[in-house]
């Protein structure tokens, strides 16, 4: 793929809050967790862990942000997870999360799926673990939650380069 079509899929890609009913098929989200396993990461430290929620288990999960219409929706959820037993440095280790969950969206939507990225949820990040009986140094980071996006136009907004630049030349 040339350097022109990945700035235009980073730049096409909007967050989807509403999915049709279809199923993605686990051989797709292995695809999708292979190219989060595939972002950079400090000291090549590979932080992140992930777990995958469908069905009664998923809608247990909406229970617990504001945004449940968004979890109910999606056919599955991505939850990503720091490994505090595997810390290097915290900064840089949540940094790799990061990129781990955008290379994450990018290449779903290269794939035609659409994905949210929510952070509201882990204000209940500890009940999360005790519902789903996780051990606490899986720290939750970002819940995804993704499927087929239902089509309508998405308005993405950025503040100019020139903003943003600050030694413009
Ligand atoms: C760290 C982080 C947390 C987010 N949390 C939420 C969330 O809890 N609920 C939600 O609807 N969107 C959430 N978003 C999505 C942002 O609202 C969205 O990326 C932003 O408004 C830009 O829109 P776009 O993704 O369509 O370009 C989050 C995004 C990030 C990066």
């Given at each position: 793929m040339m350097k022109k079509d990945v700035l235009k899929l980073i730049k096409e890609r909007r967050s989807v809050r509403k999915f049709k009913k279809k199923k993605i098929t686990m051989g797709s989200v292995r695809k999708i967790l292979e190219a989060g396993r595939w972002a950079p990461s400090g000291l090549n430290n590979q932080p992140w862990k992930f777990m995958v929620l469908q069905k009664e288990l998923k809608d247990r999960l909406s229970r617990y942000t504001h945004y449940s219409q968004v979890i109910t929706s999606a056919d599955k959820v991505i939850l990503v997870f720091l490994d505090k037993k595997n810390i290097y440095n915290y900064e840089k280790d949540l940094l790799s999360i990061g990129a781990c969950i955008q290379n994450m969206l990018i290449f779903l939507h290269s794939i035609n799926y659409g994905a949210c990225w929510l952070g509201e949820i882990l204000n209940q990040r500890d009940k999360i673990n005790k519902m789903l009986g996780?051990?606490?140094?899986?720290?939750?980071?970002a819940v995804i939650a993704l499927g087929e996006p239902v089509a309508y136009k998405r308005k993405g907004e950025r503040e100019s380069l020139k903003k943003l630049i600050l030694n413009p030349p």
């Open positions: 996780i051990k606490r140094h899986l720290q939750l980071e």
